[in-house]
């Protein structure tokens, strides 16, 4: 897999995070190293773990649809990316509605919700047979990072910037998904 593209999915699935992170900052009433850490290590754990966890899935089965794997892995990605743009302009304020988004298993459930999308991915590149730990690193260490950019924009921004995060996530990974249709059809 070409660098770029594997940056540009790890971006796209870290844009979740990235945007829950904006809006976990901006209610903070003081952003700690501790509690800054402890959410970009969950939401960078998770989006490994479900990457891992999808691409196992996909190796079982990609034998059964090699024939038309990259318009499974397509139809994956565009999904991800089409749920993302309509939570984007969604007038729904999100899962943010609690005290300390930070702690307990308000974060277990936020890393879960932003790491799904990491899952489909993961039978994506099954489908595709990549090799999953390089990828999966550096979808894990991209999404840390811009967790914890998330959380230090948010305490400054607020969370208007993270509806339209998740936007450009949502297009790169539909992007992404075309690119894989088009370089299987030519």
Known sequence: MA?????????GLGMDSFAVSLAAGSVQSRLLPRTLLRMAW??????LLM???????????SRYISHCDHWVAFGLLAYVGIRMIRDSISNNPGP????DPTRGWTLIIL????????????????FLGIRIWMPCAIIGLVTVV????GMVFGKTLGVVFGKRMTLIGGCILIVIGVRILLAHMM
Do not use: E
């Open 146 to 149: 811009m967790s914890a950019a």
């Open 51 to 61: 990457t891992v966890a999808g691409w196992y899935l996909g190796t079982g089965i």
């Open 96 to 99: 943010m509605a609690v005290k």
């Open 3 to 11: 660098w770029l593209t594997l940056l540009g999915i790890a971006v």
């Open 42 to 47: 969950h939401f960078g754990l998770f989006q």
């Open 111 to 126: 890393s879960i919700a932003t790491s799904i999308d990491a899952f489909a991915v993961g039978l994506s590149m099954a």
